[in-house]
């Protein structure tokens, strides 16, 4: 008998296989017939435990892509969070820049101490130590590690001495993390910037408050500290960042304010002026370069300030106060421009004028007043009795339209979210007295330091007056800072009249402390009379100097307040004329 090879005999096993057992039984050998069933169950065996095998091959595989692409992040947090503690910190604030990326509120970075209660076992132990170390209350301390859940800071700001006294303490629960400090001893332009609360993080005051929905962020970054079996910090990086969305920091506010100028502004506010405000302008664009108002005060420590009789948080450049004479460039522009008055026109001044039977006095009048004088020359010595004498011609309804076109009574929509509309009389009827008193810039009538720069820059800019400017950008959006058409409020030729008055008055008149050799400067000083008297009985008096420089290509116009002074010419000119030598000697 022939045997069958080896490959033969499978496919004859494969072929046999399809066919009944029962139908083979007679053809072959028994022994064969069993054979072949065995062969045959152990076939089907082997294709059983391949396709179960390939089955749960198949299930551990599309396990394995689950737990290792879909849900890996989240078993990562899951497995981190087992070995962790996490502490919230909210993403930085935008910041608030010059109009060359400088911070005006100074921020820096500084390091502060955080605690983990939860991994404190002996919360008394641990305030003795951190109070030892850091010198603070240890009762303060232990309350904070009691009532505390959560992870916070306990210090912010530490010396390199605390810092290496901290690291060889026994405290896992103590973690040092870098941080941005927003205000800092170099900040510039305070009242400007404004301040936040401590409490949420919302702007209260200025730019903070204006522009809180572009500075404030809308999420968090979480600090992960990451602990051993024994829920001790893992030293040497014990813990790391999870940065929130970058769509979710704040955006940066960029102002016209340039930095150098507003500490220029302030050095010499410091020196001289206590109480009182500076507003610096570019004529030719409306954009403002400083804005300071003094007393100032910090920024973290508001407190002390709330109660403060000299009003320390208030922004006096958007505050509204009685103009005195440099509402004289208002009269000056509303009479020539009616040709109510020319600039040679004689008048006589002999220290007083009678209005109704009533004398109202000029400074002049012990010395039996300035005598004869031209209308120019009135507006360069700021003779009341020549404005008294003009505005009676003028008439309170051309007063009040010269006032409101120059800008008197509206904000100027700088930006600044405490702007004063300032105050004109708006009585149906104003009497010669009413008239007398707008003429010399006294009565119902407030103006805002802004609002004074706001028109003089368009004296200086030839009787075009234009919109200040404050926010160079804010987020994404650019705000607009190139020159704009304005409006024109008086004729060249009568802005040009002004000029030449404004010269005579730092040249010969009461601003001659203001002038500026080399570059000459043009101006008006003022003092206001507040309706409060020393103990002498002597009248406490606001004091200005308004003007612009160089005087024939006007660069920078400065407006200078200052509270309780003696005069404009004493108090405010040499102010001005300080501000500006500094700015032209930096150039």
Same mark, same amino acid.
């Given at each position: 008998m022939k045997i069958p090879s080896p490959a033969r005999k499978s496919r004859a096993v494969c072929i046999i296989s399809l066919i009944p057992v029962n139908l083979l039984r007679g053809t072959i050998g028994t022994e064969e017939v069993r054979r072949i069933e065995r062969e045959i169950a152990l076939q089907r065996r082997t294709y059983t435990l391949l396709i179960v095998t390939g089955v749960m091959l198949a299930? #551990?595989?599309? =396990? #394995?892509?689950?737990?290792?692409?879909?849900?890996?992040?989240?078993?990562?947090? =899951?497995?981190?969070?087992?070995?962790?503690?996490? *502490?919230? *910190?909210?993403?930085?604030?935008?910041?608030?820049?010059?109009?060359?990326?400088?911070?005006?509120?100074?921020?820096?970075?500084?390091?502060?101490?955080?605690?983990?209660?939860?991994?404190?076992?002996?919360? =008394?132990?641990?305030a003795q130590m951190l109070a030892e170390v850091l010198a603070l209350d240890y009762d303060d301390v232990l309350s904070e590690l009691s009532r505390q859940n959560y992870p916070f800071r306990l210090k912010a700001g530490v010396t390199r001495q605390e810092k290496s006294a901290l690291l060889v303490l026994p405290l896992p629960s103590v973690l040092i993390l870098p941080g941005t400090v927003r205000y800092g001893p170099g900040a510039l332009a305070r009242h400007t910037v404004g301040y936040i609360s401590r409490a949420d993080q919302v702007g209260v005051a200025g730019i903070e408050k204006q522009f809180d929905a572009y500075l404030s962020s809308s999420g968090a970054t979480t600090v992960v500290a990451l602990v051993d079996g024994n829920k001790d910090l893992i030293p040497s990086g014990g813990y790391r960042r999870q940065p929130g969305s970058a769509e979710a920091a704040g955006q940066d506010v960029q102002l016209t304010i340039d930095a150098e100028i507003q500490a220029i502004v302030e050095e010499v506010m410091d020196r001289r002026v206590a109480k009182g405000a500076v507003v610096v302008v570019r004529p030719d664009t409306g954009e403002i370069l400083a804005l300071a108002s003094r007393p100032d005060f910090d920024q973290d420590d508001l407190e002390a300030y709330l109660t403060a009789t000299e009003a320390p948080l208030l922004n006096r450049t958007v505050n509204g106060y009685p103009p005195g004479s440099v509402f004289k460039f208002v009269i000056a522009a509303g009479a020539l421009e009616e040709g109510l008055v020319q600039p040679e026109e004689l008048f006589h001044c002999r220290?007083?004028?009678?209005?109704?039977?009533?004398?109202?006095?000029?400074?002049?009048?012990? !010395?039996?007043?300035?005598?004869?004088?031209?209308?120019? !020359?009135?507006?360069?010595?700021?003779?009341?009795?020549?404005?008294?004498?003009?505005?009676?011609?003028?008439?309170?309804?051309?007063?009040?339209?010269?006032?409101?076109?120059?800008?008197?009574?509206?904000?100027?929509?700088?930006?600044?979210?405490?702007?004063?509309?300032?105050?004109?009389?708006?009585?149906?009827?104003?009497?010669?007295?009413?008239?007398?008193?707008?003429?010399?810039?006294?009565?119902?009538?407030?103006?805002?330091?802004?609002?004074?720069?706001r028109f003089v820059a368009a004296i200086a800019n030839d009787g075009v007056m234009l919109p200040l400017r404050l926010v160079k950008s804010a987020g994404t959006e650019a705000g607009s800072v190139s020159p704009s058409a304005g409006i024109r409020i008086i004729s060249p030729a009568t802005a040009q009249t002004l000029q030449q008055m404004a010269l005579l008055t730092t040249t010969a008149g009461t601003g001659r402390a203001a002038y500026i050799q080399g570059i000459g400067s043009a101006g008006k000083t003022g003092s206001a009379e507040t309706g409060r008297y020393q103990a002498d009985g002597k009248s406490i008096v606001h004091v200005w100097f308004a003007g612009y420089a160089p005087a024939d290509d006007p660069e920078l116009v400065v407006v200078v307040l200052a509270e309780d002074g003696v005069s404009g010419s004493e108090t405010a000119a040499p102010v001005f004329r300080e501000i500006i030598e500094a700015v032209h000697a930096g150039n």
């Open positions: 299930a #551990l595989a599309g =396990r #394995l892509t689950v737990v290792q692409v879909i849900q890996a992040k989240s078993l990562a947090d =899951r497995a981190l969070r087992q070995r962790s503690y996490q *502490m919230e *910190m909210e993403l930085p604030r935008g910041r608030i820049l010059d109009r060359n990326g400088v911070s005006l509120t100074g921020e820096f970075q500084q390091e502060s101490v955080f605690v983990f209660p939860s991994l404190c076992e002996d919360k =008394r132990a641990a220290g007083y004028t009678l209005v109704n039977g009533r004398p109202i006095q000029c400074y002049k009048w012990e !010395e039996g007043g300035h005598g004869e004088l031209t209308f120019a !020359e009135g507006f360069a010595y700021s003779c009341n009795s020549v404005f008294i004498e003009v505005g009676q011609r003028m008439t309170g309804d051309t007063i009040r339209r010269y006032a409101t076109a120059f800008g008197c009574g509206q904000a100027t929509g700088c930006g600044l979210p405490e702007e004063d509309p300032g105050l004109i009389d708006a009585r149906p009827k104003l009497y010669p007295g009413d008239i007398a008193n707008l003429s010399i810039g006294q009565g119902t009538l407030l103006v805002t330091p802004l609002q004074v720069a």
